[in-house]
């Protein structure tokens, strides 16, 4: 029997709606959410995901500052810019689109963010307040994670649940939120021994390795979710690129209770990921840390 395939389409619509109702519900209250996304270089695929963020931010009422710098911008200028939007009360959420031109450091980039308008999760002082259990702003690709796996696994508590990934954007912090639901957490990379039994024990598997297909549809526990957060393009014989996860999907679908597709799956959260955040960190802002806030699992 074929898996259910988890919606990403579905779920972010339903998502962005109730940021709508509670962007609605802020500006009666004389708030208005702005988010400054800054953009450095060319980059036909960074350009693609700005404009996403963007029109996305427009359609549930948050205001949107565009900046888009030559890849020749140096550093101190990105930081100065950067400087600049921590001090301007208008803007809520910072988000520096990457990958930065190979000049820059990221990381220096990053922690230059104010943690209060970390709306992508990566400052230093964010992460180490999701590693400590602490309220803090959650990266959005692994809260969209959670968001789908809850779409048909409400209760986690006690669930096997195998990472494949373990960097600091995806695979990390997704552990410590399947933590945070009680699931019982193993993280795979490149030097794990015994890939497949691994994958043949979880009951949760979220892949985010970057590279195509490199989880074998066969090696997925009959009954499983899987997460797939790879996006890869593959050009075929005859040149047509199409996107593929990670994950050998057509396989995995007999095998699984339920996948993510890509595209469709994972990518779509991201983005109302990054809306929730930047209307949450208006609320906390400008009407205080205790203001009740946008919480990405609630149903509906």
């Not at 270089?41 to 427009?58: C, E, F, H, I």
């Not at 050998?248 to 994972?266: K, L, Q």
């Given at each position: 029997?074929?898996?259910?395939?988890?919606?990403?389409?579905?779920?972010?619509?339903r998502l962005?709606?109730?940021?709508?109702?509670?962007?609605?519900?802020?500006?009666?209250?004389?708030?208005?959410?702005?988010?400054?996304?800054?953009?450095?270089?060319?980059?036909?695929?960074?350009?693609?995901?700005?404009?996403?963020?963007?029109?996305?931010?427009?359609?549930?009422?948050?205001?949107?500052?565009?900046?888009?710098?030559?890849?020749?911008?140096?550093?101190?200028?990105?930081?100065?810019?950067?400087?600049?939007?921590?001090?301007?009360?208008?803007?809520?959420?910072?988000?520096?689109?990457?990958?930065?031109?190979?000049?820059?450091?990221?990381?220096?980039?990053?922690?230059?963010?104010?943690?209060?308008?970390?709306?992508?999760g990566f400052?230093?002082?964010?992460?180490?307040?999701?590693?400590?259990?602490?309220?803090?702003?959650?990266?959005?690709?692994?809260?969209?994670?959670?968001?789908?796996?809850?779409?048909?696994?409400?209760?986690?508590?006690?669930?096997?649940?195998?990472?494949?990934?373990?960097?600091?954007?995806?695979?990390?912090?997704?552990?410590?939120?399947?933590?945070?639901?009680?699931?019982?957490?193993?993280?795979?990379?490149?030097?794990?021994?015994?890939?497949?039994?691994?994958?043949?024990?979880?009951?949760?598997?979220?892949?985010?390795?970057?590279?195509?297909?490199?989880?074998?549809?066969?090696?997925?526990?009959?009954?499983?979710?899987?997460?797939?957060?790879?996006?890869?393009?593959?050009?075929?014989?005859?040149?047509?690129?199409?996107?593929?996860?990670?994950?050998?999907?057509?396989?995995?679908?007999?095998?699984?209770?339920?996948?993510?597709?890509v595209p469709?799956?994972?990518?779509?959260?991201?983005?109302?990921?990054?809306?929730?955040?930047?209307?949450?960190?208006?609320?906390?802002?400008?009407?205080?840390?205790?203001?009740?806030?946008?919480?990405?699992?609630?149903?509906?």
């Amino acid at each position: 029997m074929s898996a259910i395939i988890i919606d990403g389409q579905g779920v972010a619509a339903r998502l962005r709606q109730r940021i709508t109702v509670f962007t609605d519900g802020l500006r009666q209250q004389a708030v208005q959410p702005g988010l400054a996304v800054v953009l450095v270089g060319n980059d036909p695929a960074s350009q693609l995901y700005v404009r996403n963020k963007t029109r996305r931010a427009q359609e549930v009422g948050i205001r949107h500052f565009d900046h888009h710098l030559p890849a020749a911008t140096s550093s101190a200028e990105l930081l100065a810019l950067i400087g600049k939007l921590n001090a301007q009360t208008d803007v809520h959420g910072i988000l520096v689109q990457l990958p930065l031109p190979a000049h820059m450091q990221s990381a220096a980039v990053l922690a230059a963010i104010d943690p209060a308008k970390d709306v992508d999760g990566f400052h230093p002082v964010n992460a180490g307040q999701l590693a400590l259990g602490q309220p803090t702003t959650l990266p959005c690709t692994p809260m969209g994670c959670i968001a789908l796996i809850r779409e048909v696994l409400p209760d986690l508590a006690g669930l096997r649940a195998l990472v494949i990934g373990r960097s600091n954007i995806v695979g990390k912090p997704m552990a410590q939120l399947l933590l945070q639901q009680d699931c019982t957490v193993t993280i795979a990379h490149s030097r794990s021994r015994e890939l497949p039994a691994l994958c043949g024990e979880a009951e949760i598997l979220v892949a985010a390795i970057g590279r195509a297909r490199a989880i074998a549809g066969a090696w997925i526990r009959p009954g499983a979710v899987v997460i797939d957060v790879g996006s890869n393009r593959i050009v075929d014989a005859n040149g047509a690129a199409t996107s593929v996860g990670d994950v050998e999907f057509a396989t995995a679908r007999e095998r699984a209770r339920a996948i993510t597709p890509v595209p469709g799956g994972v990518g779509p959260m991201t983005i109302a990921g990054l809306l929730l955040n930047t209307a949450n960190a208006a609320a906390r802002a400008c009407l205080g840390p205790t203001t009740q806030l946008l919480n990405a699992y609630e149903r509906g």
